[in-house]
């Protein structure tokens, strides 16, 4: 049944589950499908892009935010959920063209320079890529030249940029000068984040958003995709 | 199935086992000489009976010098159970301590004059009027029957609390000399289900109380198997006297079978030496002449080696409870206590900080820690007390369960076998493999598990130091809890045969 996937899809994502060997929230989920051998089989039975990723996807991640809100799911819980959503998107992805779904973007993300701090632009990777996002994650210590080639190649909507030392926050700066010193600048939006950097910071050095959080991260790439953000 | 306690894996000890067998030594030679002083005449007799040297001692009170054989001692040792159980109205709430095992009970108790309110004025900022800030306000008043049906209600619902020792006295103007003990034990019974443990105001009530526990537990003989209630007696004032009016209590105790401290509190400087050698050489001598006495009364009497050690305060030379030399003494005879397998009394958590703050939890904490991590078997540690014992405060009660909470968690038993560290090297090699690098993803399976501990339940938001205000709404949401009070039948039987009640004590009939 149709429908029975879809609702399925739309458990495995509450559940947090990638692989049928995953546990989930529950007991006893260990064997049963989990979204991707889900996700698969809706496409072999001809199921609809737009229901997989609206219904199925989407309608598990907006329940599992509602937990969230209630204090009945954790940080853990929902970036469980997050990466069950990424791992389903990157099956569908060769399907997104001409499905009628409008993709929501993809966005580089990268740790500047110098700067080995990755777990918060993990976070926010997994979280991207779970609200529906294509991410592509260049790593930590990543050269400036190589963001900018990276934009130049990949044209990106969003590129985001982390930084955990003070001695580091300059190389977004220096990203920045270089995009537009390249003419990119303006064909990406730049978001920024970090613990050492603040809203005025993002905004000093001409960057378009900042995140105190995975949430926050994901609220101004949402704001900016929807023109909301000035 | 009893309480679970908190299992001490490996307890915390001072001592070694040489130094314990010295202060063993010691307190032998102790109790031949000087021996100790009775001003109880029955405990002469009873001793002499059985071959203890008396001599009596010429002065205005009548006294003896007592000197106790060491083989009285050892068998008295021997005879005393090495497991004591102390029942429950909800006997899933029995407590069962073997004297080598260290499982800790946590208690509360014991009796203050004051209790202390709390409330949180509004204060406005001077130089900024639109600032204000509630700060909470301690109001010390006598305590009364009421703050004790609240203390043994608010107690019942605090999990970490296994027994329950009155934490007020009561001091209403119709409670007499006469009637306190009926009411003080209906009160705590009747709002808690837990092991209720008492000391007696008047002799003359113990047959009251122990026939109010026969209704309760369902006869006599229900009572053997379940005593709901124990009792303690500091029969011995330090240095080494046995007192006359506790003495008494303490045989006619034994002379029933229930379960009884001997408990012994000296306090370093004034009443014992200051010594750790010397105050432990004569605490663990008072200890086991109590021990002797109440075995020699009855053999097998269940019984708990009480230690409530104190060093004095050099300001005033007062009980300094927060002193970390108490800690010490508390510790070393939880060793000797376990020395001789019999269930240990112990005491932690009384702090010389007079209101709940900073010092208290400091005082409080750092005493119940190392304390419960020698794993004495029935731990007073005082849930609420401050000021040395002489200041109730609800709110502080509410606050020591969650510390207690931390510190139970603390000492759970570390799980490392070849299982769990097969499954860990799987995880590692997993998660290393992965491009993130996160083991976020495992944290799920155990994050509802109770293997991981929670936050500060008090926390507050932002910079706002919220801890009293919460720990506050805490204890007004466990007050709203109903109890589980004795049923009607029973306080109904209670009333008629056991005189001296307050009818305002029965719920069924005062309409509250
Ligand atoms: C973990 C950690 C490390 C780990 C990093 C492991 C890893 N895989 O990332 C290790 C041990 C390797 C490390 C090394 C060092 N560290 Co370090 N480290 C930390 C620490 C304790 C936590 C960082 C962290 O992961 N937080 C948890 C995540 C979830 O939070 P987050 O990173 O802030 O990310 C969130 C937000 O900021 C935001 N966000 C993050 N990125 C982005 C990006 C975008 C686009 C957006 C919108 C949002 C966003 O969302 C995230 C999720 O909520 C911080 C202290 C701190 N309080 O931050 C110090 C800290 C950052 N480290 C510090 C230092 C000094 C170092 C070292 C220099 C130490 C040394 N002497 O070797 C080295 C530097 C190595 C290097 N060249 O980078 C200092 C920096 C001080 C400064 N001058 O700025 C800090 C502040 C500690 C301190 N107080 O001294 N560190």
Request: charged share 25%.
């Amino acid at each position: 049944m149709p429908e029975d996937i879809i609702n399925l899809i739309q458990e495995s994502v509450i559940q947090g589950r990638i692989y049928k060997d995953d546990e989930g929230m529950d007991e006893g989920m260990v064997g049963q499908p989990g979204v991707t051998e889900l996700v698969e089989s809706a496409l072999a039975s001809g199921l609809s892009i737009q229901s997989i990723i609206t219904k199925g996807l989407s309608g598990g991640m907006n329940i599992v935010g509602q937990k969230f809100e209630a204090g009945e799911y954790f940080i853990p819980d929902m970036l469980a959920s997050a990466q069950a959503v990424g791992a389903a998107m990157e099956i569908l992805e060769p399907y997104l063209a001409g499905s009628g779904v409008n993709a929501k973007g993809k966005i580089i993300v990268a740790t500047v320079k110098d700067d080995l701090h990755d777990i918060g632009k993990n976070i926010v990777s997994i979280l991207l890529r779970g609200a529906g996002y294509t991410v592509k994650d260049l790593g930590n210590n990543i050269d400036t030249q190589a963001i900018v080639d990276a934009v130049r190649e990949e044209k990106p909507q969003f590129l985001g940029l982390s930084a955990l030392l003070t001695s580091t926050m300059a190389r977004m700066a220096d990203v920045i000068q270089m995009l537009e010193q390249n003419g990119l600048r303006d064909q990406v939006k730049i978001i920024v984040g970090g613990a050492p950097v603040s809203e005025e910071f993002a905004k000093s050095i001409g960057a378009d958003g900042y995140g105190a959080d995975g949430f926050q991260a994901l609220a101004v790439v949402e704001a900016l995709t929807s023109g909301t953000e000035n | 199935m009893p309480r679970k306690g908190i299992l001490v894996d490996r307890p915390f000890e001072r001592l070694t086992r040489e130094q314990a067998e010295l202060i063993h030594q010691a307190s032998m030679q102790i109790l031949t000489d000087p021996g100790l002083i009775s001003f109880n005449r029955e405990a002469v007799d009873i001793l002499h009976s059985h071959g203890a040297a008396v001599e009596s001692i010429a002065g205005d009170h009548q006294s003896w010098q007592v000197k106790i054989p060491e083989q009285l001692v050892l068998k008295a040792l021997d005879t005393a159970p090495k497991t004591v159980k102390l029942g429950a109205r909800n006997p899933d709430n029995a407590l069962i301590m073997h004297g080598d095992e260290p499982r800790v009970y946590l208690i509360t108790g014991s009796e203050t004059n004051i209790w202390l309110d709390v409330d949180f004025p509004t204060y406005v900022n001077k130089a900024d009027p639109t600032k204000e800030i509630r700060v909470p306000e301690f109001k010390p008043r006598r305590g009364t029957i009421d703050d004790l049906c609240q203390s043994a209600h608010v107690c019942e619902h605090l999990e970490m609390v296994d027994g329950y020792i009155r934490t007020v006295n009561i001091q209403d103007r119709d409670i007499t000399e006469e009637n306190k003990d009926v009411n003080k034990f209906f009160a705590s019974l009747n709002n808690n289900t837990k092991h209720f443990m008492s000391g007696l105001t008047s002799l003359k009530q113990l047959d009251n109380v122990v026939r109010m526990a026969e209704l309760i537990a369902g006869g006599k003989k229900a009572l053997e198997d379940n005593p709901i209630i124990s009792f303690i007696t500091c029969l011995v004032k330090s240095p080494l006297q046995f007192v006359d009016d506790t003495t008494e209590t303490f045989i006619e105790v034994c002379r029933r079978g229930l379960p009884i401290v001997v408990s012994s509190s000296p306090q370093a400087g004034t009443t014992a030496p200051i010594k750790e050698a010397g105050i432990m050489a004569q605490i663990n001598a008072e200890v086991l002449a109590g021990i002797t006495l109440g075995q020699l009364v009855k053999p097998g009497t269940p019984v708990l080696y009480g230690s409530v050690p104190v060093r004095a305060r050099m300001d005033t030379l007062g009980d300094s409870y927060g002193s970390v030399e108490t800690s010490q003494y508390n510790i070393d005879c939880v060793q000797m206590a376990r020395f001789y397998r019999i269930p240990n009394y112990s005491t932690s958590g009384v702090c010389d900080s007079k209101i709940p703050g900073q010092q208290s939890s400091i005082e409080r904490l750092f005493s119940d820690m190392v304390v419960t991590m020698s794993g004495p078997q029935y731990l007073h540690c005082a849930f609420g007390l401050l000021d040395c014992n002489s200041v109730f405060c609800l709110l502080q009660a509410v606050l020591d369960d969650t510390h207690f909470k931390m510190i139970e968690f603390f000492l759970r038993q570390p799980r490392v076998d070849q299982p769990e560290l097969e499954a860990m090297l799987k995880q590692i090699r997993d998660v290393v493999a992965t491009s993130q690098k996160l083991y976020i993803g495992h944290i799920r399976p155990v994050l509802r598990s109770g293997e991981i501990s929670g936050v500060y339940p008090f926390e507050g938001s932002g910079e706002a130091d919220d801890v009293f205000e919460l720990a506050h709404e805490r204890m007004k949401e466990l007050l709203a809890r109903p109890v589980e009070h004795i049923d009607r039948e029973t306080t109904a039987r209670i009333f008629e045969e056991i005189p001296g009640i307050l009818p305002r004590l029965n719920i069924y009939e005062s309409g509250s």
